[in-house]
């Protein structure tokens, strides 16, 4: 028999067992002819000398993985149990040498992709067209994508570079602020702005920005244009409508790549209007060359309460759902109760 104790330093215990210690019962289930203890900052290992080694060896990848990345994944985990050395994932990035970096940013700083599905985001655009990038707030989607936009920029893949977004407002107005159009807009698009300040010195971002090298604009101003050559991003698109996205996606070039970016919990749009964004991923899915990635709050790489606060939304939101389909098989059941109870029956019977 062996034992081993471990000290855990510089990490949240949170994040390093998950909720409900779900990340270390991953752990106990990945070994389970062992005994894994936990109690504050200590984990004791008992067992076979093999097996107490082999659960230190994926621990002290999750402590390693943590500090490296403010984040550990569940997905991350089962992949250290199934033998994947995290720590060996290479995205091809021209003049990296393999590393997980999609560019450099200002001052040298590297920027890369945090987590596993925005590494696959990475590599799905590397292979494909258009992709669509959905996912709760805080994932990365936009951050991501404007880094590879501005990398094949710079490898010279392309020649310039569109970021368009729906001005759509989120519980503001702000059509009566003072100032010309641009003025107006340009609230709408700031995210945008701020992810390239990171990525591009400012005189540079200044000279791309003047010479239309890089363009930001609301999407209304895609209508009639042809983009070739270039790096297109439509972000926030969940607020744009069906035919909105469609006289986007009609906008490209032979040489045009696009990423669509957009989070389906966080519709602003009036209540009468649609969202485009479900209707064309549904359209859509299965064409090749058009690729559909799917982030989820294990992704998220803001403040770490960011994905509690999520969470707790999507409980809260799913249960006003299940309330609204109770009141609603309520009244039908008020106004028709015998189309209901056959409907009831078929459904038992099937």
């Not at 107490?52 to 403010?70: D, S």
Request: hydrophobic share 35%; proline share 5%; aromatic share 4%.
């Amino acid at each position: 028999m062996s034992e081993i104790i471990l000290t855990i330093d510089g990490v949240d215990p949170l994040a390093l067992y998950g909720e409900n210690n779900a990340k270390l019962n991953l752990l106990r289930k990945g070994f389970p002819d062992i005994t894994i203890t936990s109690r504050g900052n200590s984990l004791k290992i008992a067992g076979e000398k093999k097996d107490t080694q082999a659960a230190k060896g994926v621990f002290e990848q999750m402590v390693r993985y943590l500090r490296e990345h403010n984040e550990l994944p569940v997905q991350t985990v089962e992949d250290m149990l199934g033998g994947e050395n995290p720590f060996e994932v290479r995205i091809p990035v021209v003049g990296d040498n393999g590393s997980n970096t999609i560019l450099h940013g200002r001052e040298g700083r590297p920027i890369k992709a945090k987590t596993r599905n925005q590494k696959r985001l990475v590599e799905s655009c590397e292979v494909n067209d258009i992709v669509f990038a959905v996912g709760p707030a805080g994932t990365g989607k936009t951050y991501t994508a404007v880094a590879i936009a501005v990398r094949a920029l710079k490898n010279k893949m392309v020649k310039k570079i569109v970021l368009t977004r729906p001005a759509v407002e989120a519980g503001e107005k702000l059509g009566f602020l003072p100032g010309d159009l641009k003025e107006k807009v340009d609230p709408y698009l700031r995210p945008l702005y701020d992810a390239l300040d990171d990525m591009l010195p400012m005189d540079k971002l200044q000279f791309f920005m003047d010479n239309r090298i890089i363009e930001i604009a609301p999407l209304a101003f895609m209508r009639g244009r042809t983009l070739d050559n270039a790096y297109i991003i439509l972000d926030e698109a969940q607020n744009a409508s069906p035919l909105q996205i469609k006289m986007f996606l009609t906008r490209l070039g032979p040489s045009a790549k696009c990423i669509i970016t957009g989070d389906l919990s966080q519709i602003d749009l009036p209540g009468h209007q649609k969202s485009g964004l479900q209707q064309a991923m549904d359209i859509l899915d299965g064409v090749d060359g058009i690729s559909i990635m799917t982030l989820t709050t294990e992704d998220v790489v803001r403040h770490r309460l960011v994905k509690d606060i999520i969470k707790a939304y999507d409980k809260i939101e799913n249960e006003d759902r299940i309330k609204r389909e109770q009141r609603k098989k309520e009244r039908e059941r008020k106004l028709n109760p015998d189309a209901v109870e056959d409907d009831e029956q078929e459904g038992e019977g099937s």
